[in-house]
């Protein structure tokens, strides 16, 4: 499994974008790249999820560079409630039983 | 739409003692994940089933079981539990080939042993 790196922690403002890079340079052709979210004392929630280039759903974009070897999270106007600790996760898709949440990253979102 | 519901919300041991967590995937989801997470910690993989049999293991202790029954809901058993098992422990449930293995969260079992 693809080890992944992100930032620790990140502050931010309501209404502004934000936006976290995992790196994961391991990362196999066979890949995919899953951001959850996850408020305290809850279970992670799925954000979205993409194998190269750019994915857009109603909560956010991931950006894909070529090589695959980071992406980017695009959080659009955060506000209060999106305060939460993001995973980035790389594992095969149809094969991805074993799932391994590193250290996600601690977004503050301010008013 | 349905859920993952896990069973009990809450739970108070004492150590040395015995738990069963029990987990209800969403209907038709054939694959069920187990997670520990420690205060202030990360989610820990503990333990996978596909289909009712056993498909992956995680840093599962050899003091936990687990198994996923027939009509596909799982129960993690805990035994001689210590004070470092106090957790969040949250089953997972997905439906592998559709839409990405996207896993569906249930809320979690607080367990607390004194």
């Known amino acids: 499994l693809a080890k992944t790196t992100q930032p620790i922690s990140m502050d931010s403002y309501e209404g502004q974008e934000v936006n976290i890079t995992c790196s994961h340079n391991n990362i196999a052709t066979n890949d995919y790249i899953t951001w959850y979210q996850q408020f305290p004392s809850q279970g992670p929630r799925f954000i979205i999820q993409?194998?190269?280039t750019k994915v857009t759903n109603e909560v956010a974009s991931l950006f894909i560079p070529a090589d695959r070897k980071s992406s980017t999270l695009s959080l659009p106007r955060v506000s209060l409630s999106d305060t939460a600790v993001y995973y980035c996760?790389?594992?095969?898709?149809?094969?991805?039983?074993?799932?391994?949440f590193g250290a996600g990253t601690r977004l503050f979102v301010k008013a | 739409a349905a859920g993952v519901i896990q069973s009990p919300r809450h739970l108070i041991k004492e150590k040395r003692e015995t738990a069963t967590l029990k987990c209800y995937p969403i209907?038709?989801?054939?694959?069920v994940y187990w997670y520990q997470q420690g205060p202030g910690q990360d989610p820990q993989f503990l333990i996978s089933f596909y289909e009712k049999m056993q498909s992956d293991k995680g840093s599962i202790p050899d003091r936990f079981s687990a198994q996923q029954f027939s009509d596909y809901h799982s129960e993690l058993n805990m035994s001689s539990l210590e004070l470092g098992d106090s957790a969040l422990y949250f089953c997972?449930?997905?439906?592998?080939?559709?839409?990405?293995?996207?896993?569906?969260f249930g809320p979690g079992t607080r367990l607390t042993v004194l």
């Open positions: 996760l790389v594992g095969d898709r149809d094969g991805g039983f074993k799932t391994i």
């Open positions: 993409g194998y190269k």
């Open positions: 209907p038709r989801h054939d694959t």
């Open positions: 997972a449930s997905s439906l592998l080939g559709t839409g990405g293995n996207e896993q569906f």
